[in-house]
């Protein structure tokens, strides 16, 4: 393509905002691997959250009752809910009124450093409470790593689909992002299964530790790969210096209240569901099979979130993210009152198989439904210049449901009291409803999205603000209030 007369030279990294984000001088490259690099962090998230249901399940079977009955137990599961919470939100500020890219690189750092400390854990006196002190502080700062991930890193994918061709730009955001949180939900699985077996069951201590500890590994990679990004095109254009947060707020909270809604709703259900199915599967099969057979099913059930999100991300492009969604939530929900009714079936060693299969397209419809399109909303539904603290707030809520979820499921599966039957039926019974909720809400409230409703929000939300008075001359990094 040649180059017009009115550009910037390449070497400012800057274009006038007239030109086409998808008819910027970039190679095909160029325009996809700045996607990838920036949403591909979430495989951390993925593996994180899914490793620790294993670990819990590793120290239960070390340490016994002592474990059990330990008050720390839930916090080490769930902490890093909290820690995410906070990097989401304080993330969000950064990248709007700061950097995309450097906000990335800190929060990559910050998964890196204290993913290891999580792996190294050790008590004063080699204590099992200081121990699990130890550990659940690493993990709620490591949360706040993850955290960073979204307001900065999948906004700034989402922001690069733009300059994707028209038609794919959904498909990309969906694989740099929420695939990769489902393939790190799949690893967070395997990896203690085959620790285990190569460990075997006599050295556990050293099994749990390695499986933390390689959640090093992939931001490690990553960073090599962030610091070449440049900041996305289109937050150049929109950069704020000053946010009149009373029009913002007037403009965008009835937008934003549903999605959090919806987010809240989704990881209430998907990181609950994830975190307690080795737990369960141990009470469907029992504690005479090997402990790596237990995290084999899990890993097996993990694996079909992967197929929901690769369905998902096509059916996004092709039917749309609002549509897909509905369906998704609205399928996830009718095969989730179909599980309770057969759950008695279920519930025995010998028909493990079908219990697998079933919830495993129970889990895989939750991917192709909100999984894949409830962040991708959330990043085309909001302006660029308020992008990171939109998407921060929304993330952040749906962090909350996820921490409320691990929480409030052993009182859920608690109150069907000694029978075993209703103790797996109940969980399902709640999930299957609010299920339902989640397509009413979407269907009646949510906007309509295209493949090009990054650039058409963004010229919504300044001629809003022009209307209100606002000087919209002072946005962008080559507005002279940036120079």
């Not at 204290?114 to 502080?137: N, W």
Request: hydrophobic residues 45%; contains cysteine; neutral net charge.
């Amino acid at each position: 393509m040649e180059k017009d007369n009115t550009y910037v030279p390449e070497e400012t990294g800057v274009f006038p905002s007239e030109v086409p984000l998808d008819a910027l001088p970039k190679t095909r490259w160029q325009r996809s691997w700045p996607v990838i690099a920036c949403g591909a962090g979430l495989f951390s998230d993925g593996y994180l959250q899914s490793v620790i249901g294993s670990v819990n399940t590793i120290l239960a079977a070390i340490y016994g009752a002592e474990f059990k009955n330990s008050p720390q137990r839930k916090n080490v599961a769930s902490i890093a809910f909290v820690g995410t919470v906070v990097g989401q939100l304080t993330f969000g500020i950064l990248s709007d009124y700061w950097s995309r890219k450097w906000s990335l690189i800190i929060s990559t750092c910050i998964m890196i450093v204290f993913s290891a400390l999580s792996a190294g854990s050790y008590g004063a006196h080699g204590t099992l409470g200081g121990m699990l002190a130890a550990l659940t502080a690493y993990r709620f700062l490591v949360g706040i790593g993850i955290g960073g991930e979204y307001p900065a890193g999948s906004v700034a994918a989402s922001e690069g689909t733009a300059e994707l061709k028209p038609g794919h730009r959904n498909r990309w955001f969906v694989f740099a992002t929420n695939f990769m949180i489902d393939m790190g939900f799949a690893i967070g699985t395997l990896v203690p299964m085959i620790v285990v077996l190569i460990t075997t069951e006599r050295h556990l201590r050293a099994a749990w530790r390695i499986s933390l500890g390689i959640a090093v590994i992939p931001p490690i990679i990553l960073l090599a790969f962030r610091s070449q990004l440049k900041e996305p095109e289109e937050y150049n254009r929109q950069k704020m210096t000053k946010y009149p947060y009373s029009l913002i707020i007037r403009f965008y909270w009835k937008r934003l209240l549903i999605i959090s809604t919806i987010w809240f709703i989704y990881d209430f259900l998907a990181y609950s569901f994830g975190i307690y199915s080795s737990s369960w599967l141990y009470f469907i099969i029992g504690d005479t099979y090997p402990l790596w057979i237990n995290f084999g099913w899990a890993t097996v059930i993990n694996c079909f979130y992967i197929p929901g999100a690769f369905i998902g991300a096509f059916l996004s492009d092709w039917i749309g993210p609002k549509n897909c969604l509905i369906v998704g939530v609205l399928a996830q929900g009718i095969v989730g009152f179909i599980m309770t009714g057969i759950y008695s079936y279920l519930n025995t060693a010998q028909h493990v198989a079908g219990f697998v299969v079933v919830y495993g397209i129970f889990l895989a419809l939750g991917e192709v439904g909100p999984g894949d399109n409830i962040g991708l909303i959330a990043s085309k539904t909001s302006a660029t210049a308020v992008r990171g603290q939109y998407y921060g707030i929304a993330a952040a809520t749906g962090k909350i449901g996820a921490f409320v979820g691990t929480y409030i499921f052993p009182y859920i599966i608690a109150d069907a009291g000694s029978d075993v039957i209703k103790q797996g039926q109940y969980p399902f019974y709640l999930s299957s409803s609010l299920c339902i909720f989640s397509a009413i809400i979407a269907f009646l409230f949510l906007p309509k999205i295209t493949q090009d409703t990054i650039e058409a929000e963004d010229a919504r939300f300044r001629s809003y603000l022009e209307a209100n008075g606002y000087d919209t001359s002072t946005m962008g990094s080559n507005s002279p209030s940036h120079k």
